[in-house]
């Protein structure tokens, strides 16, 4: 048996222990960091650019990668690029093909190459199916798109205009529907300012879907441009004791140097009843305005409605009942410049629910008994390219709403704040916000005017002026949307005007001066004791 000293034992022990503590440990080399902010940018058909920081110190080079759907994780790198390299472009790829871009450091010490950091999904568009902008109009009341589409199998393939305010847009963002694609030509689309907030600058870009992708025009920068000054008129209070829960001013201000005289009665439609009324037999039994003032119960302040020719031009409701419903009145209408042309709209609608409270939309109603109500109009411009029929999600999606007296006609004069008319025309001289295709002598001048409004609180105003005579010369639409506005209406739309303009006052009989030749109408609104 062999034996060992313990002693010494313990001294190797100790020994070992020491050599081993005291070895030099090996030499390192630092990893090189990874690159970062990877970009690409497509710059032809088939050449895309991939751009990245740099963040490495003492590298040898950069190796770019290039992998495809489907591939494996692992590929060999493309080439090597220099030392503080920071661009690349690849070459000879795929329209439709969806790739991978790869970089990684390298350094002449295998241990210390950076990680590959990679830039995935992107897909190399069809240049042939990009959109173009090639103008771009900004007032206050729309934004004007003109771009082209071209090499498309399906002529309806959707397309439009996308806004956003953060970031680029994409379609789920602020979305435009375009009308019918024109292949290859100019396609002009109007974006009413009622999708766009006053002041804000977004990016916007034109879409088009291709099968189940999306390809995009490059963004632009818009805003839409500021609205007109409100109008200030000084207004006074009328007393007129048989119309209680109802305020009437009058006005004989200058209007923009011209004079004129003018009548607003305003009430809460939660303390006195706002009801429509309507004649449901042709022009030659229609009643003046103060003869169905006269002869409704409890009525209170009463005006002209709707526009119409042997029947109401839109939608009427009354005590929640449709009045009528004539197909190429609600849905459609015809071109202003007498060619006979149908063109598919919306139009503007007033009125309240069965509990008072008061909202304004655009409607559409494709068959009887159907009715969709809309945040936004179809933004149908004469001689422009047509839109499809408006339907549940077209222009946007319908909202929910049982109006119980209210009517439409139009156009909308002011909404959500923003005046939302103008007389710019189009190349081919017909009014860029005519959205309902209204006859060129509702639509222009300085007429007698009437409308009805919403004020930010859920009151209801009924506006007249008087036009065409020495003592007040009228006003545009444009104008009485600002003078709207002032007296603190949110929500204005436009009523029959000229010879059906006229306001009845219990007490006080008709307020304005026709010399009594006020017209008989088919439709008056007004103000009812409940």
Request: proline fraction near 5%; aromatic fraction near 10%.
């Amino acid at each position: 048996m062999i034996m060992f000293n313990t002693k010494f034992s313990a001294f190797l022990l100790a020994a070992a222990s020491f050599l081993a503590c005291t070895k030099p440990a090996p030499e390192t080399k630092p990893v090189l960091d990874d690159a970062s902010d990877l970009q690409a940018e497509q710059l032809t058909l088939e050449s895309v650019r991939l751009t990245w920081q740099d963040n490495a110190q003492g590298e040898a080079g950069y190796r770019v990668f290039l992998r495809g759907e489907g591939e494996g994780y692992h590929v060999e790198p493309l080439t090597t690029l220099s030392a503080d390299s920071e661009i690349y472009t690849f070459e000879g790829l795929t329209a439709g093909e969806v790739c991978d871009f790869g970089v990684q450091a390298v350094s002449d010490d295998i241990t210390a190459h950076s990680s590959i950091v990679w830039l995935n999904g992107f897909k190399v568009v069809d240049w042939t199916k990009k959109p173009q902008v090639t103008k771009v109009d900004a007032t206050y009341a729309y934004v004007a798109v003109s771009y082209k589409i071209a090499n498309l199998p399906d002529a309806t393939v959707e397309h439009g205009v996308c806004f956003s305010a953060e970031g680029d847009p994409a379609v789920g963002d602020i979305k435009v529907r375009g009308p019918e694609i024109r292949q290859g030509t100019e396609i002009m689309l109007v974006v009413p300012n009622a999708y766009l907030e006053d002041g804000k600058e977004y990016r916007m870009s034109v879409y088009v879907r291709d099968g189940e992708e999306y390809m995009y025009s490059d963004p632009q920068t818009v805003k839409l441009a500021g609205q007109p000054a409100t109008l200030e008129l000084a207004w006074e209070k009328q007393e007129y004791a048989g119309a209680e829960g109802v305020d009437i001013y009058k006005t004989v201000s200058q209007l923009n140097g011209r004079n004129f005289n003018a009548w607003y009665a305003v009430a809460d439609p939660s303390l006195v009843e706002f009801k429509v009324l309507d004649t449901p037999v042709g022009r030659a039994d229609c009643k003046t305005v103060a003869e169905q003032a006269e002869a409704a119960e409890g009525c209170l302040a009463l005006i002209n409605g709707g526009i119409y020719g042997n029947y109401h031009i839109g939608v009427i409701f009354t005590d929640g009942e449709p009045q009528e419903w004539v197909d190429n009145v609600y849905n459609n209408y015809w071109s202003p410049t007498g060619d006979g042309t149908l063109w598919n709209i919306t139009r503007p609608i007033i009125g309240v629910d069965r509990n008072g409270k008061a909202e304004a939309y655009w409607t559409a109603s494709p068959a009887y008994g159907t009715y969709y109500y809309y945040t936004a109009p179809l933004p149908t411009v004469v001689g422009e390219a047509k839109y499809p029929e408006a339907s549940a999600g077209m222009p946007v999606q319908s909202a929910s709403w049982e109006p119980y007296n209210a009517l439409s006609t139009g156009p909308m004069l002011l909404y959500d704040g923003k005046c939302c008319i103008n007389h710019e025309k189009n190349a081919a001289g017909n009014y860029m916000t005519n959205y309902e295709c209204w006859a060129l002598d509702i639509y222009e001048g300085c007429p007698d005017r009437t409308a009805v409004g919403i004020t930010a609180d859920g009151k209801i105003v009924l506006f007249i002026c008087d036009g065409r005579i020495d003592a007040s010369q009228g006003a545009t639409h444009e104008e009485v949307a600002m003078i709207m506005k002032a007296i603190g209406c949110v929500h204005a739309m436009n009523l029959d005007g000229g010879g059906s303009t006229g306001m009845w006052v219990k007490d006080a009989g008709m307020v304005n001066h026709m010399d009594g030749s006020w017209r008989a109408v088919k439709s008056t609104l007004g103000f009812f004791s409940k």
